[in-house]
């Protein structure tokens, strides 16, 4: 699905190559300051590579249409964007831009329990904590469909044990429907129980690969 080839972004990133393949769950691990979201940022080509290539199924980021991009890959920050409003108005804002129909309220409402966010549609979204606004903008985005997922740090403002339970929800999700998941996470438990591949960056280098079973 995505595949980088004598990638180089400023002094933060150089990839000489790094593959992943649909329908996995990847997780990156590395130091603060190796380059982990901003190789996100490269596969729905909110940056781009100052050298080499970023390829989506066979074709380079730089020639896709951006926007029909970023409706099938649809990145998450550790800080996410909540727009002034209810958490309905938030929740639906990810289909507008997807140009997809309005969902029912108990589909908001079932979406927001399995991410564990116990609040009425009509709550304020600017009222919320850090941890409950990762989960709206989860919710906003799992709500959307896309075919892959990027995520920066989504357990950050969670503790352990909300943020095993919402990923495990996620990852059930994405394997049951066939997406991908790409995870930036400084939780190696989570990468280790969740991921089929995790990626390691070290001074903005791919420093090792690993798939569920060792070292390739």
């Known amino acids: 699905m995505f595949f980088l080839r004598g990638v180089r972004y400023k002094n933060i990133l150089q990839i000489d190559e790094l593959e992943i393949e649909a329908g996995q769950i990847i997780c990156i691990l590395g130091e603060s300051g190796s380059g982990k979201t901003t190789l996100l940022k490269l596969l729905n080509h909110l940056v781009s590579c100052d050298l080499g290539t970023v390829q989506y199924k066979g074709q380079d980021v730089k020639v896709l249409d951006a926007v029909a991009l970023r409706r099938e890959v649809v990145m998450l920050p550790q800080t996410p964007l909540l727009f002034p409003g209810t958490i309905k108005k938030n929740m639906l804002m990810g289909l507008l831009f997807s140009k997809k129909e309005p969902a029912a309220d108990a589909v908001l409402l079932q979406l927001l329990e399995d991410v564990g ?77 969740l991921g089929e591949g995790i990626v390691t960056l070290s001074g903005g280098k791919v420093q090792q690969i690993q798939k569920a079973g060792g070292v390739i």
């Open 117 to 193: 966010l116990k609040k009425e549609l009509d709550h304020d979204a600017g009222s919320l904590s850090g941890g409950e606004k990762q989960r709206l903008a989860l919710s906003r985005i799992m709500l959307m469909d896309p075919e892959t997922i990027l995520l920066d740090e989504p357990t950050s403002a969670l503790d352990d044990d909300t943020g095993d339970k919402i990923m495990e929800f996620v990852s059930r999700y994405v394997k049951s429907k066939g997406k991908t998941l790409v995870m930036v996470t400084h939780n190696k438990a989570i990468a280790r129980h």
